[in-house]
């Protein structure tokens, strides 16, 4: 296994133990899903295909026990080849999830509003994060997670300076 791809793993919230081919396929599913809907829906600029997209992120965010990527990754791909199912999906990648339904709910106002040239930066800032996921193994969201429950959870001494980071 890639380097990138265990950094992948562990951004997503999975553990070293855990690591494996077969995760980071599993892994990969998601957001390859994603990128071939997101790719559609700018090239025939589709409210709708994005409302979608946002509602089923939104559903896999708040309900993780019934993600419908994580359903049809188990029943469709792990089972028939007898790979490990997905289980649920751990903060960092729900986290993600919830950035992507954020983004595409923004898109699909805009697009629906008739705001064709935010559509259009919004657009592209999904596609280049699914691009850098999907070629680079870098899930930008997810290490947003990362260093905002590293700020959180850091000791903070203001008089000290003491648990500054920069």
Same mark, same amino acid.
């Given at each position: 296994?890639?380097?990138?791809?265990?950094?992948?793993?562990?951004?997503?919230?999975?553990?070293?133990?855990?690591?494996?081919?077969?995760?980071?396929?599993?892994?990969?599913?998601?957001?390859r899903?994603?990128?071939?809907?997101?790719?559609?829906?700018?090239?025939?600029?589709?409210?709708?295909?994005?409302?979608?997209?946002?509602?089923?992120?939104v559903?896999?965010?708040?309900v993780?026990?019934?993600?419908?990527?994580?359903?049809?990754?188990?029943?469709?791909?792990?089972?028939p080849r007898?790979?490990?199912?997905?289980?649920?999906?751990?903060?960092?990648?729900?986290?993600?999830? /919830?950035?992507? +339904? =954020?983004? *595409?709910?923004? &898109?699909?106002? !805009? %697009? /629906?509003?008739? +705001? =064709?040239? *935010?559509a259009? &930066?919004?657009? !592209? %800032?999904m596609?280049?994060?699914?691009?850098?996921?999907?070629?680079?193994?870098?899930?930008?969201?997810?290490?947003?997670?990362?260093?905002?429950?590293?700020m959180?959870?850091?000791?903070?001494s203001?008089?000290?300076?003491?648990?500054?980071?920069?």
């Amino acid at each position: 296994m890639r380097e990138s791809q265990m950094q992948f793993i562990r951004q997503q919230g999975f553990p070293d133990e855990d690591a494996s081919e077969g995760l980071y396929v599993a892994l990969m599913f998601q957001p390859r899903v994603i990128g071939t809907l997101v790719a559609f829906g700018v090239f025939f600029q589709s409210a709708w295909l994005f409302l979608a997209l946002s509602a089923v992120l939104v559903w896999s965010t708040l309900v993780p026990t019934h993600s419908p990527f994580d359903a049809f990754y188990n029943r469709f791909i792990a089972q028939p080849r007898g790979r490990t199912p997905l289980g649920v999906a751990p903060a960092p990648r729900r986290f993600a999830q /919830g950035m992507a +339904a =954020a983004v *595409t709910l923004t &898109v699909g106002i !805009a %697009l /629906g509003f008739g +705001a =064709a040239k *935010t559509a259009w &930066v919004v657009e !592209a %800032l999904m596609a280049i994060s699914v691009t850098a996921v999907v070629l680079r193994d870098f899930c930008g969201p997810a290490n947003v997670y990362h260093f905002m429950r590293g700020m959180w959870t850091r000791p903070h001494s203001h008089a000290t300076g003491a648990g500054r980071s920069c």
